[in-house]
Nanobody, 125 residues
Framework: QVQLVESGGGLVQAGDSLRLSCAASGRTFSTYAMGWFRQAPGKEREFVAA????????FYADSVKGRFTISRDNAKNTVYLQMNSLKPEDTAVYCC??????????????????WGQGTQVTVSS
């Protein structure tokens, strides 16, 4: 089973950028589709972005499309979330997650079987 550890969160101002990383253990990372989710205080967990095993297919929530980019480096067992033009409403704990099958347009968290502990992103206005 893969284990996931996120990093890269922090406190930034509106309009700034951050790059989150999610490092995976084990040799099977390239067999997993990966996703990023976020959860703000008092709100439900929200899908952010997903990427296929090869990295050739990606999918984004409408709220981040054009501002966030998901990518992966299978040689480094790492998936990234580049976040540009950050807004206060992007403030949340961001978690990466792994699933066995990539389904384009799927925003459900239920199919993801492994989760990281999360990293806090705070965007001030």
């Amino acid at each position: 089973q893969v284990q996931l550890v996120e990093s890269g969160g922090g406190l930034v101002q509106a309009g700034d950028s951050l790059r989150l990383s999610c490092a995976a253990s084990g040799r099977t990372f390239s067999t997993y589709a990966m996703g990023w989710f976020r959860q703000a205080p008092g709100k439900e967990r929200e899908f952010v972005a997903a990427i296929s095993q090869s990295g050739g297919s990606t999918f984004y929530a409408d709220s981040v499309k054009g501002r966030f980019t998901i990518s992966r480096d299978n040689a480094k067992n790492t998936v990234y979330l580049q976040m540009n033009s950050l807004k206060p409403e992007d403030t949340a704990v961001y978690c990466c997650a792994a699933r066995s099958i990539f389904i384009s347009s799927s925003t459900s968290s239920q199919a993801y079987h492994t989760w990281g502990q999360g990293t806090q992103v705070t965007v001030s206005s």
